[in-house]
């Protein structure tokens, strides 16, 4: 909707302005002012009616259009401003035509409609955001399956097909077709764009596996539970639409302000026409009064207020890495009570690292680690190329390995100067038959406690060292939080890990909410509930299963680098993947909204000004406002609003460091 519109006003508005130019120039008004003259010939007389009438077609009707559901729900807005004064404007310019009047309003027409015009382009193009989402989310689904017969064959069948009871086959690297239980096979599947999580989760025989996610390195035999409406992915689809739905319309701030106008310029038509016929009679002065009145009440200015901040706006975000999708949600980002962070992959990296170690005596952390670097060298699993990371992080020397096996469920061996080295989890001690020794024990309970993986380096059949590995917490998040704080909104963390795993990340980052071991289709659960206490709240998200809890929230974040539907769900996008936009986010809407605010007070602080004057206020006096004096005060208020529009740029919005951090990435200004 907001595309067609943003096309229709860029088209309106072009073809207007030019058919403005003849009516500009053959102004008597403007030839006078600006001290030019244009050729006459016969008929020149009628370019300026001609050229309105026309102008006023083809750019103004789609006000009146447009005014007419503001009228019919008793709400008038900027649409019913704009078309009372582009009409009256109008019929009483054609008027002047056949009637003795002073003045038309032809010019005054015309620049009025092309101003709107240009306003509501800059807003529609502002505002546009495409609605993909769910096509995203059903993308996930494979359109084709591979069903297992009775005599054994598999066929090819497409998904809608497959009925509860059918086996399938699942191939390395392909996806789940369906929601299922695995009845023959084992394998790491990936569920993160189901769950949010990094981690594979290891499948075997009665494990359940979901819909859209994707098979690991191993062939699965799986038994369909569920088919097409009945899956978690349909589930999650449900919601996103269903919180879609349920999101409440927010009048924008430069409508509520010319509803207003509307009524003061009703009230101050009638009081001017009452005024003028007990003083001088009901005539001619008395009708161009209260046209006069009825045309200023709608400033340039107005129209021009909001769209400029909102332009400026999106350029700054998008150079400080923040594409914005619904300016709504950025004018409500200004006010958060709570923003809730989605862990994995948001305030963490989302991918496993070495956060501790551990060693028995006479063996060095760094030998300890140079043996893991070394076993892991040929493999591809995360916690190998975990080790690998921590090793080149220490620039420890590598030494040459040979005899290299991988044991699926237990680790990975190989000899290292002539020794056996293992390099695997608590499995890897039950195969080789051995145990923990006292010396690590602790490090391995605490590490336990914390919800962190523990893996062992086995040399000749004795442990030597223990690695804790977990999801590594970005470097930004301390800032995040801590900045947040300074700005007075409560922090909170989202999670399907549990309780331990939750906790030890909310107490390293000083997070004040957390909601652990929280299932997918219940992420959104948790946005109502804060909501509920009477919180405006906002969800930063990266996964499928964040994308209701996006859309629910009053403000929906997605981190960059997430998935597709994630982004498509959400209102702010972080397009450089750093939560420490999300306080920029916050800094930014709280200008704009001030710039909004003046803006406001600029181009209505003219029709308190304007609209008195028009009325003849000061007529006793001898002063009167003409319409070429309130046309000039008019072209002055919107200049007034551009210039105040243009210091936005010079907003603040970087943040501060906290010591023993890297310095925050620069702020950028707007293009």
């Excluded at 591979?146 to 054994?152: A, F, S």
């Excluded at 509520?256 to 003061?264: C, E």
């Excluded at 989890?425 to 024990?441: A, C, F, H, K, M």
């Excluded at 997070?511 to 652990?516: L, M, P, R, S």
Aim: with cysteine; net charge negative; aromatic share 6%.
């Amino acid at each position: 909707m907001h595309e067609g519109h943003e096309k229709m006003f860029r088209r309106r508005f072009f073809i207007s302005t030019l058919l403005s130019i003849p009516v500009l120039l053959y102004s008597e008004m403007l030839q006078e002012w600006l001290g030019f003259s244009v050729p006459a010939f016969p008929g020149s007389e009628w370019i300026n009616p001609v050229f309105a009438v026309i102008v006023f077609a083809y750019g103004g009707l789609p006000f009146l259009r447009m005014a007419a559901p503001e009228l019919r729900d008793r709400s008038p807005g900027m649409m019913t401003l704009i078309s009372m004064a582009i009409l009256v404007a109008f019929v009483y310019s054609l008027a002047s035509v056949v009637l003795p009047t002073e003045s038309a309003f032809f010019w005054e027409l015309v620049t009025l409609i092309d101003i709107m015009l240009l306003g509501h382009w800059i807003e529609m193009r502002s505002v546009r955001r495409a609605q993909s989402a769910l096509d995203e989310l059903a993308q996930l689904m494979p359109d084709t399956a591979e069903r297992i017969t009775k005599d054994g064959e598999t066929e090819e069948v497409p998904v809608s097909d497959l009925s509860e009871g059918d086996l399938v086959l699942i191939r390395p690297g392909a996806s789940v077709p369906a929601d299922g239980v695995v009845a023959e096979g084992s394998s790491d599947v990936n569920e993160s764009m189901i769950t949010g999580e990094s981690m594979p989760v290891s499948k075997e025989s009665g494990d359940e596996v979901i819909g859209g996610t994707i098979n690991g390195d191993g062939s699965l035999r799986v038994r369909i539970e569920a088919t097409g409406e009945e899956t978690t992915l349909a589930g999650i689809m449900r919601l996103v639409e269903e919180a879609q739905g349920s999101k409440s319309q927010t009048q924008v701030l430069a409508d509520r302000a010319a509803g207003w106008l509307f009524y003061v310029a009703l009230g101050a038509a009638a009081v001017t026409a009452i005024a003028w016929t007990a003083a001088v009679s009901f005539n001619a002065t008395v009708i161009e009064r209260v046209v006069t009145v009825l045309v200023i009440a709608c400033p340039h200015a107005l129209g021009l207020a909001i769209p400029l901040v909102v332009a400026i706006n999106t350029s700054l975000a998008a150079r400080n890495g923040m594409l914005v999708r619904d300016r709504i949600a950025m004018e409500k980002s200004r006010n958060l009570d709570a923003i809730i962070f989605d862990k994995t992959g948001t305030l963490t990296e989302g991918e496993h690292g070495v956060v501790d170690m551990a060693t028995v005596d006479g063996i060095e952390e760094d030998d300890a680690l140079a043996l893991a670097a070394a076993v892991e060298g040929d493999s591809e699993h995360m916690i190998a190329r975990a080790i690998r990371q921590a090793a080149d992080e220490r620039d420890v020397s590598i030494p040459d390995t040979s005899d290299f096996e991988a044991m699926k469920g237990r680790g990975v061996r190989a000899r290292v100067t002539g020794e056996e080295v293992y390099v695997g989890g608590p499995n890897l001690l039950t195969y080789i038959d051995t145990e923990v020794p006292s010396s690590l024990q602790q490090f391995v309970d605490k590490a336990g406690e914390n919800g962190q993986t523990v893996v062992y380096v086995v040399r000749e059949g004795e442990p030597i060292a223990a690695f804790a590995m977990a999801d590594v917490i970005r470097e930004s998040s301390y800032r995040v939080v801590d900045a947040l704080h300074d700005l007075d909104i409560e922090v909170a963390m989202l999670t399907g890990d549990s309780q331990d795993v939750a906790d030890s990340v909310a107490d390293e980052l000083g997070i004040d909410t957390v909601f652990a071991e929280v299932l997918p289709e219940d992420k959104d659960k948790k946005v109502q509930e804060l909501q509920n206490q009477g919180k405006l709240v906002a969800m930063v998200g990266d996964g499928v299963n964040d994308a209701p809890a996006l859309t629910r929230a009053d403000v929906g974040i997605a981190i960059g680098s997430g998935t597709d539907v994630a982004v498509q769900s959400a209102d702010v996008i972080l397009v450089q993947n750093n939560p420490i936009d999300v306080v920029r986010l916050v800094k930014l809407s709280k200008a704009s909204y001030r710039k909004m605010q003046e803006n406001i007070v600029w181009a209505a602080g003219y029709n308190v000004f304007a609209i008195p004057l028009a009325a003849g206020i000061l007529a006793p006096i001898g002063i009167l406002l003409s319409p070429a004096i309130g046309a000039l005060l008019m072209s002055l208020s919107t200049v007034i609003v551009a210039i105040n529009a243009q210091l936005l740029r010079r907003v603040n919005l970087s943040i501060p460091n906290l010591s023993g951090t890297a310095p925050a990435d620069n702020a950028q200004p707007a293009d």
